[in-house]
């Protein structure tokens, strides 16, 4: 099974937050794929956190270095095409990245954030549900 995952799954299980354990189930020999925006949506979570200080920066280093461990398989999509989503959702261009990539390669979203589940619902693509 092939799954397209965001940035807020990710984060979940590397800070080991209380969906991880879900996260890990669903995703259990499945091929994880993400947009290549999902390395600097990364940087940006984790740099966030060091700003507000919720974690220092050895934390954040070392959750970074976690999310290298895990296998993605990064897929280019097209800018240009996914203005149109962004237009169509007002949304912003990373989230739109997300859907674009599990359109094109037709496989379900793995994400925690309630929007970002409903848009993509809302244009036929299968959510996994995170419990």
Known sequence: MKITIDTSALIAVILNE?????????TKGAQLLS??????????????MIKRDRI???LAKKGIMEYQDIPIKFINVDILSTMDIVG????????AYLVKCAMKTDTPLLTLDKGLINMAQSLGIKVLEVK
């Open 18 to 26: 209380p969906e991880k354990p879900s996260i890990v189930g669903i």
């Open 56 to 58: 220092l920066l050895e």
């Open 35 to 48: 947009p290549e925006s999902v390395n600097w949506e990364i940087g940006n979570a984790f740099s966030a």
């Open 88 to 95: 169509k959702f007002k949304m912003y261009a990373y989230d």
